[in-house]
């Protein structure tokens, strides 16, 4: 049973592109949540789907960032017009229930 | 909403010594997780431990929820054992977002 896959590991975007990040949940899991890591801090939960359903946004930025975990395909962190404060990482976990498994992470790089 | 410390912040080991690792959290919680985050910043499942006493190998957890507090147990710490230490807690046993504490970094050195 293959972990929580997540793509690319590393993404660099210039200052006003738009950076996709994708998650891929464990076989079997229908929850998915998005972590974000700033250097020096610790992971900030950032939003929490169920498949086409968004169940919790409160730690979205309320503007340039979106997700979607639609009914076929993977779960998708969208985020527009990046700065260079978005350069973090960013985590997806999926869980069948109480524990969550995370994956290795996308590495976001605004230059 | 809950707060979460983690103590000591940072922690320097010589390859062999064991070590307690003490996560408090200020509100009860449903489910309490540890995490190792290593050097290639891989979050690394340890345990899940909402109440009671687990062990992995050299790995031991012990959570009292009652006095909302959890100990992580490192015994014969290698150099591969470095790296930093995360509790995470939910007021939920499912289906709520995991509040980090800021973490323990751990240096083994042989």
């Known amino acids: 049973n293959a972990g929580v896959m997540q793509n690319p590991r590393h993404l660099v975007r210039r200052r006003g592109q738009e950076a996709r990040l994708r998650c891929s949940p464990m076989?079997?899991?229908?929850?998915v949540y998005w972590y974000r890591q700033l250097p020096e801090e610790g992971l900030k939960f950032m939003v929490y789907?169920?498949?086409?359903?968004?169940?919790?946004e409160s730690g979205m930025p309320k503007e340039r960032f979106s997700a979607e975990f639609p009914k076929e395909g993977p779960s998708i962190l969208r985020i527009q017009q990046v700065v260079r404060g978005d350069s973090a990482a960013y985590f997806c976990?999926?869980?069948?229930?109480?524990?969550?498994?995370f994956g290795q992470g996308t590495r976001l790089t605004v230059v | 909403g809950i707060q979460v410390e983690q103590s000591p912040p940072d922690l320097i080991l010589q390859e062999g010594a064991n070590s307690t690792l003490r996560c408090n959290f200020s509100?009860?919680?449903?489910?309490l997780q540890w995490f190792h985050q290593n050097p290639w910043g891989q979050l690394i499942n340890l345990f899940y431990?909402?109440?009671g006493t687990k062990q992995n190998g050299r790995l031991s957890a012990t959570t009292v929820a009652t006095e909302r507090y959890s100990l992580l147990y490192i015994s014969s710490s290698q150099t591969t054992d470095s790296g930093v230490y995360f509790c995470?807690?939910?007021?939920?046993?499912?289906?709520?977002?995991?509040?980090f504490g800021k973490g323990t970094t751990l240096s083994v050195s042989s």
């Open positions: 976990a999926s869980s069948p229930g109480p524990e969550a498994f």
């Open positions: 076989k079997g899991h229908s929850h």
């Open positions: 789907l169920q498949k086409e359903n968004i169940i919790d």
């Open positions: 509100d009860s919680v449903n489910n």
């Open positions: 431990i909402p109440s």
């Open positions: 995470a807690v939910a007021i939920n046993q499912a289906g709520t977002a995991l509040i």
